[in-house]
Nanobody
Framework: VQLQASGGGLVQAGGSLRLSCEAS????????MGWYRQAPGKQRDLVAH???????NYAVAVKGRFTISRDNAKNTVYLQMNSLEPEDTAIYYC?????????????WGQGTLVTVSS
């Protein structure tokens, strides 16, 4: 399973960005999809998560500002980020729990950089 993330970039504080991540490569079934981020010198943390049933959860720091969604027909997960703050600057990684033929495994995308200037 390959994950291709896009949509990162440079934005001023208060601005918005929309990240996309498409899963490809003989994907049979996708359970959970999510976004994580890693700022310089920090660990990778969960930003938002969505199940195959559409249930979502968010990190406290982004709740009310970010929205995660998915298009099952396109095997794609989105992250709409509004009211961005300099503290949101990080590399954002998408991740899915997917099955190709049997057991489920977690897969990671290559990351997309989001930089928020003050």
């Amino acid at each position: 399973v390959q994950l291709q993330a896009s949509g990162g970039g440079l934005v001023q504080a208060g601005g918005s960005l929309r990240l996309s991540c498409e899963a490809s490569g003989s994907v049979f079934s996708i359970k959970a999809m999510g976004w994580y981020r890693q700022a310089p010198g920090k660990q990778r943390d969960l930003v938002a998560h969505i199940t195959d049933g559409g249930a979502t959860n968010y990190a406290v720091a982004v709740k009310g500002r970010f929205t995660i969604s998915r298009d099952n027909a396109k095997n794609t997960v989105y992250l709409q980020m509004n009211s961005l703050e300099p503290e949101d600057t990080a590399i954002y990684y998408c991740s899915v729990v997917a099955s190709r033929t049997g057991p489920y495994f977690r897969y990671w995308g290559q990351g997309t950089l989001v930089t928020v200037s003050s």
